[in-house]
């Protein structure tokens, strides 16, 4: 099982940058596929982006493509996520979510239905 907790939140005006952390506990991460995801108040949960649990293969909404960088770092436990040119309707709670997969995977997964371990959410935040 992985504990994750995000960091990074915060407020940041429009066309401005921010970067997110998911921090892992435990030392299974680098079998977990990882993936972000948001929500706003009233709407479902979105996906964001989604990695391989070797850091490899790398997915993107197309909301987010080419502004939203999705990395990270087995040897700290770490994923993130790098927000460029962030506009007002990317503010909402973002989470952090993982799944155990095979030592040979380097797939990634879209469906929050997919990950059985999620992060408590990071408040973004964007002023126009």
């Known amino acids: 099982q992985v504990q994750l907790v995000e960091s990074g939140g915060g407020l940041v005006q429009a066309g401005g940058s921010l970067r997110l952390s998911c921090a892992a506990s435990?030392?299974?991460?680098?079998?977990?596929?990882m993936g972000w995801f948001r929500r706003t108040a009233g709407e479902d949960r979105e996906f964001v982006a989604a990695i391989s649990r070797g850091g490899d293969n790398t997915y993107y909404a197309d909301s987010v493509k080419g502004r939203f960088t999705i990395s990270r770092d087995n040897a700290k436990n770490t994923m993130y996520v790098e927000m460029n040119s962030l506009k007002p309707e990317d503010a909402a709670v973002y989470y952090c979510?993982?799944?155990?997969?095979?030592?040979?995977?380097?797939?990634?997964?879209?469906?929050?239905?997919?990950?059985?371990?999620w992060g408590q959410g990071a408040q973004v935040t964007v002023s126009s």
């Open positions: 435990g030392r299974t991460f680098s079998n977990n596929a």
């Open positions: 979510a993982g799944r155990m997969v095979s030592p040979f995977s380097d797939g990634y997964y879209e469906s929050d239905r997919n990950y059985p371990y």
